[in-house]
C-alpha cells in the first residue's frame, strides 16, 4: 500500500464525492425546503445524460451538447413542476412517494420508446483525454480532474447565492416558515419551482458529466439516487453545506472503503477469507456511516437552524 | 329453424376440432428477460427467436407452431409463476430461453418434472450440468465454467505468467473465476469482486494501476462491461496490462463501445463471422431485418429453435421421450455448425479466440482469431446420472 495509490483514491473519492453533491444539492432543497418527497430526481441525472449525449452524437461537438443540455435539463425541471409536482406539495409522504416512483418507471420507459433499451456511446473529446501528474509517477485523467473543478464551483455558487444574495434569503426565509414569507409579499410557488428547476438542472449536470465515463442507458440514475439519500440524511435534510460535506464523506468511504478494505483484511486472515468479507463489507460501509451518524446526531450532520 | 341452426354450429364445430385434431401444433413457452436494463438482452434474443421462426416457415419440423414469449423480468418468484403457467394453462409442450442462472435453477425441477422439456437459450449452472442433471433439460449454449476455461487455456499458450482477476461479487462471478483458475498454470496475483451494477470502477483501475499485473482478467457482463472496457482505455491501461475478458465484450455491449472496444479479446462458443451456411443466413438476414449485429444470446436462441425444429422433424411427433431421444444424440444443425451432446446434455463444442475489429462498413464487431479448444465437454458431467 503506497502512499501515492491513496492519494489517488482520494481524488477518485472526490470525483464520486462531488457527482454525489451535485445530485443532492437539489434533492435535499426539494425535500427540507418544500417537505416533498422527490423519488425521481435520478429521472433528472438521466434526462441530463441523455440530452448531452444526444446532442453530441448530433452535432459531434461534445462542449456544445453540454450547453445545450443545461437549459433542457432546466425546461424540463420546471415543467415538471408546474404539471405535476405542485399538485401534490398538500398530499402527505405516502402518496408523494408513490406518484414520484410512479414517474421513475415512466421516464425510464419514455427514454427506452425514445432512444430504444441499448446504452448510447458517448466519450469526452480526445483534448481532455489526457493525464496529469499529481504525483511524480502518478497519472491521474484531466477529466476526472475537470469534474472536481466544475463540481467545486457549482458548491461555491450554490453557496455565494443561498448565503449572499436576496433571493437565497427568500429562499431561505421560504425553508423556514413558508406561510409568513409568502404573507411578506414573496411569491413562495414561483420561488420553488425555480429551486426545482435549479435542483434538477444540477442532477443533470452530474448526468451529463458521468455520461462520457458510464454507460448512458435507462435507470441510470436510480443507483446514484440510493446514495443522494444517505448523503442529505448524514448532511442534515435541507442544508446545502451539509450535503456537500456529507456528499464528500460518502464518496471517500465508498471509493477507499472498496479498495482498501480487502487489502486490510488479507493483512489477518486468509485470502479467500478477505476476498468475501472484504466487498461485503465494503458495500455497507456508507450504510453502517449513516447509521453511526444517526446515532448520535439524529438530525444529520448539519440541520439547517430553525428547522 | 332455430334448433337446425344450433345443431348445424356444432356439427361445424366437431368437423372444425376434428381437422384440428389432425394438424397438431407444437407450443413453446419462451421466457426472457423484456424489460429493465438487461432488456435489450431479451430483446435480442426474442429477435432472433421470430426470425428462427420466419425461416422456418413458422412450422417447427413441419409442425404447426406456436411461440408464447413471456418477460421474467430477471426475478426468480416470476420465472417460476411464468412457468407454472405455460406448464398448467398453456400447456406448452416445451420451456425454451432463460438468459439468468438463478432464475433456471428456480423453475429446472419444476419444469422437467413436468415431462416437458426445457431447453436453456443461455443459463448453464454447474448443479444442472453434475449431480443435479435432469434428462429433460438441454442446453443450447454452454455450461458457465467452460468460457473462462478457455481464457485461462489460451492465456497459458500464450505465456502469461501472472494474472490480476476481475468479477462482480456474485455466483456467477466467482463461477467464472474458478473456471479461469481450472486451466490457467500462471500465478493468480489479485482476485477482487466488485459490486454488482457498479457503474465506476476508477478505484479499482488505479488499485490495478499501482499493482502492476502483466495481464488482467476480467468477467463484467452487460452494462458494467461497457464501463469497465471504456474506462479501462480512458485511463490508458493498455499501457499497463493487457485485458482478457469473458462475457464482457459483446453484441450487446460493442455498440456503446464502438472504437474503444478494438483490439479486445475475449472467448466464446460463437461469432458473426463463423464460417457455415446456418450462421450466414442467420447473420446476414439478422442485421438487414434488425440493423446491427446480433450477439451471442441472439444466435443461441436461434440455435434452439433449430434444435426443436430438428427434434420434431426427425421424429414426426412433439412426444418428449422422443424429441429427447434426438436432441440426445446430438447432431443438431445451428450456427455453431453439427453441435454434439454430452451426457448431461450440454453440448461439446470448439471454444473460439475473438477479438473486436471493424468490418467492412466501419462497424465494430468480433472476429475469431484463434480456436482454443476442439470438442471441449464441461467438467460435471461425469457427476451426472440420469
Redesign the interface.
Same mark, same amino acid.
Given at each position: 500500500m503506497t502512499s501515492t495509490l491513496l492519494l489517488e483514491q482520494i481524488f477518485n473519492g472526490l470525483q464520486a464525492g462531488i457527482t454525489l453533491f451535485l445530485i443532492a444539492a437539489g434533492l435535499t432543497l426539494i425535500l427540507g425546503i418544500m417537505d416533498f418527497v422527490f423519488l425521481a430526481h435520478g429521472s433528472q441525472v438521466m434526462i441530463g445524460a441523455y440530452a448531452a449525449a444526444a446532442i453530441t452524437i448530433a452535432t459531434n461537438n461534445f462542449y456544445f451538447g453540454i450547453l445545450a443540455a443545461i437549459p433542457i435539463t432546466f425546461v424540463c425541471g420546471y415543467l415538471l413542476e408546474w404539471l405535476i409536482i405542485r399538485h401534490l406539495y398538500g398530499r402527505d409522504h405516502m402518496d408523494q412517494v408513490l406518484a414520484t416512483f410512479g414517474l421513475i418507471l415512466f421516464f425510464n420507459e419514455a427514454i427506452r420508446i425514445g432512444f430504444g433499451p441499448a446504452a448510447l456511446f458517448t466519450n469526452f473529446p480526445s483534448s481532455l483525454s489526457g493525464f496529469i501528474e499529481i504525483l511524480p509517477d502518478t497519472p491521474y485523467p484531466v477529466y476526472r480532474i475537470l469534474i472536481i473543478l466544475v463540481g467545486l464551483l457549482c458548491a461555491l455558487g450554490i453557496h455565494l447565492f443561498v448565503s449572499r444574495t436576496r433571493v437565497g434569503a427568500m429562499v431561505r426565509a421560504g425553508a423556514s416558515n413558508p406561510e409568513m414569507t409568502a404573507a411578506l409579499g414573496i411569491n413562495v410557488k414561483i420561488l420553488f419551482r425555480f429551486i426545482f428547476a435549479a435542483g434538477a438542472t444540477f442532477a443533470g449536470l452530474a448526468g451529463m458529466m458521468i455520461g462520457p465515463l458510464t454507460s448512458v442507458e435507462p435507470g441510470m440514475g436510480e443507483p446514484l439516487l440510493i446514495l443522494s439519500l444517505v448523503v442529505i440524511i448524514i448532511g442534515g435534510i435541507g442544508s446545502v453545506r451539509g450535503a456537500f460535506i456529507a456528499a464528500i464523506l460518502i464518496g471517500l468511504v465508498d471509493t477507499v472503503g472498496r479498495v482498501m478494505l480487502p487489502m486490510l483484511f488479507k493483512t489477518f486472515m486468509s485470502v479467500s477469507t478477505a476476498d468475501t468479507a472484504g466487498p461485503a463489507l465494503a458495500s455497507m460501509s456508507v450504510y453502517i456511516l449513516m447509521a453511526v451518524v444517526l446515532v448520535f446526531k439524529p438530525t444529520g450532520l448539519f440541520p439547517p437552524k430553525g428547522a | 329453424m332455430k334448433n337446425k341452426f344450433i345443431t348445424a354450429v356444432i356439427a361445424a364445430g366437431f368437423v372444425a376440432s376434428a381437422g384440428m385434431a389432425f394438424a397438431e401444433t407444437i407450443k413453446v413457452g419462451y421466457i426472457t428477460t423484456l424489460s /429493465?436494463?438487461a /432488456? &435489450?438482452i431479451g430483446?435480442q434474443m426474442k429477435n432472433a427467436v421470430e426470425l428462427a421462426m420466419e425461416h422456418k416457415g413458422g412450422k417447427l419440423g413441419g409442425m404447426d407452431a406456436e411461440v408464447i414469449f413471456v418477460d421474467d423480468q430477471r426475478k426468480p418468484d416470476v420465472t417460476k409463476q411464468l412457468a407454472n403457467k405455460l406448464l398448467k394453462s398453456e400447456k406448452v409442450d416445451v420451456i425454451g430461453g432463460i438468459i439468468w442462472s438463478n432464475l433456471l435453477m428456480a423453475i429446472h425441477k419444476q419444469v422437467t418434472r413436468a415431462d416437458t422439456l426445457l431447453i436453456s437459450s443461455n443459463a448453464g449452472p454447474s448443479p444442472v450440468a453434475g449431480s443435479n442433471c435432469h434428462k429433460n433439460f438441454f442446453s443450447m449454449s454452454w455450461q458457465n465454467d467452460q468460457t473462462p476455461e478457455a481464457m485461462g487455456a489460451y492465456m497459458n499458450t500464450a505465456g502469461v505468467k501472472s494474472v490480476y482477476a476481475m468479477a462482480p461479487?456474485y455466483q456467477a462471478g466467482k463461477d467464472m473465476i474458478e473456471g479461469f483458475k481450472r486451466f490457467y498454470d500462471g500465478e493468480v496475483v489479485g482476485?477482487?469482486?466488485?459490486?454488482l /451494477?457498479q @457503474?465506476?470502477f *476508477?478505484?479499482?483501475l488505479? !488499485?490495478l494501476? !499501482?499493482a502492476k499485473p502483466p495481464a488482467t482478467f476480467i468477467f463484467q457482463p452487460g452494462?458494467m462491461g &461497457?464501463?469497465f472496457v471504456? *474506462?479501462w482505455k *480512458? !485511463?490508458?491501461m493498455d499501457d499497463v496490462s493487457k485485458l482478457y475478458t469473458v462475457f464482457s465484450v459483446d453484441g &450487446?455491449?460493442l455498440? !456503446?463501445?464502438?472504437e @474503444?472496444a478494438l483490439g479486445t479479446i475475449s472467448t466464446q462458443t460463437w461469432s458473426p463471422d463463423l464460417d457455415n451456411a446456418i450462421n450466414k443466413r442467420f447473420v446476414a438476414d439478422y442485421k438487414s431485418k434488425f440493423g446491427g449485429y446480433p450477439s451471442f444470446y441472439a444466435a443461441q436462441a436461434y440455435d434452439t429453435i433449430l434444435a426443436l425444429d430438428h427434434a420434431v422433424a426427425k421424429t414426426g411427433s412433439k412426444d418428449t421421450a422422443k424429441m429427447r431421444e434426438v436432441l440426445a444424440a446430438g447432431g443438431i444443425p445451428t450456427t455453431r455448425g453439427s453441435l454434439k451432446m454430452n451426457t448431461n446434455h450440454f453440448p461439446i463444442q470448439n471454444f473460439y479466440l475473438r477479438e473486436a475489429v471493424k468490418d467492412s462498413d466501419g462497424v465494430v464487431t468480433s472476429k475469431i482469431i484463434d480456436t482454443v479448444f476442439e470438442d471441449h465437454g464441461d467438467a460435471y458431467a461425469q457427476d451426472c446420472k440420469f
Open positions: - | /429493465g436494463g /432488456g &435489450i430483446k461479487n482476485e477482487v469482486y466488485t459490486k /451494477g @457503474t465506476d *476508477q478505484a479499482e488505479s !488499485a494501476r !499501482a452494462g &461497457i464501463n471504456k *474506462q *480512458q !485511463a490508458g &450487446i455491449s455498440p !456503446a463501445l464502438k @474503444t
